[in-house]
């Protein structure tokens, strides 16, 4: 069992800045692919980010890609998101989730899932 608990999120005004991080807990936590995923009231659940255990595979979602930064530190057990130039649209509740890669990239779903944490852009 993996258990997965997000952070950091919180209001910020567009163009602004937000770092998100999962603290994983469990034995075989940082064996995971890890990923970011976002659901804005009234949409579906969309993948935003995939990082693989070792750190040098990363997949972002086109939306996000050149704002968003995904990142790992297995020590730690812990990744992150880094996410700048925000625009309302990113406004969401951003999940963390683990599963193998392709899971996660292609299947767009995850094995573990945190309970998810609000991040809120305003114009």
């Known amino acids: 069992q993996v258990q997965l608990v997000e952070s950091g999120g919180g209001l910020v005004q567009a163009g602004g800045s937000l770092r998100l991080s999962c603290a994983a807990s469990g034995r075989t936590a940082s064996n995971y692919a890890m990923s970011w995923f976002r659901q804005a009231p009234g949409k579906e659940r969309e993948f935003v980010a995939a990082?693989?255990?070792?750190?040098?595979?990363?997949q972002y979602a086109d939306s996000v890609k050149g704002r968003f930064t995904i990142s790992r530190d297995n020590a730690k057990n812990t990744v992150s998101l880094q996410m700048n130039s925000l625009k309302p649209e990113d406004t969401a509740v951003y999940y963390c989730?683990?599963?193998?890669?392709?899971?996660?990239?292609?299947?767009?779903?995850?094995?573990?899932w945190g309970q998810g944490t609000q991040g809120t852009v305003s114009s």
């Open positions: 990082i693989s255990w070792s750190g040098s595979f990363k």
């Open positions: 989730a683990a599963g193998t890669y392709s899971m996660l990239v292609e299947r767009k779903t995850g094995n573990y």
